[in-house]
């Protein structure tokens, strides 16, 4: 299991920038993907940016070239840097853990949200 906290989130005007941060409850080494979700108000949740543990990064076209997703394995933190945000990135972000287990069992983990908006 991980709990997943995170904090970061806030009100910036269109081409601005925000960090937000996610602190796991354990060590992310062995956690096989980690990253961030975003569902905007009527909206479903979609994914932001994600890595494996193997290290590979899969990002939202819509997100490619704005923002930056990064993990410290000292902290057991992962981090999503957001550039030239604009207002249709208004949304509650999540951060995201999935974990597998024996017999192919995946259980998916997720953080408490944090609020983005971005003024025009």
């Known amino acids: 299991q991980v709990q997943l906290v995170e904090s970061g989130g806030g009100l910036v005007q269109a081409g601005g920038s925000l960090r937000l941060s996610c602190a796991a409850s354990?060590?992310?080494?062995?956690?096989?993907?980690m990253g961030w979700y975003r569902q905007a108000s009527g909206r479903q949740r979609e994914l932001v940016a994600t890595?494996?543990?193997?290290?590979?990064?899969n990002y939202a076209d819509s997100v490619k070239d704005r923002f930056t997703i990064s993990r410290d394995n000292a902290k057991n933190t992962v981090d999503l840097q957001m550039n030239s945000l604009k207002p249709d990135d208004t949304a509650v972000y999540y951060c995201?853990?999935?974990?597998?287990?024996?017999?192919?069992?995946?259980?998916?983990?997720w953080g408490q949200g944090t609020q983005v908006t971005i003024s025009s």
């Open positions: 995201y853990a999935a974990i597998d287990y024996s017999f192919g069992r995946r259980f998916d983990y």
């Open positions: 354990r060590s992310i080494v062995s956690i096989n993907v």
């Open positions: 890595f494996t543990s193997g290290g590979r990064t």
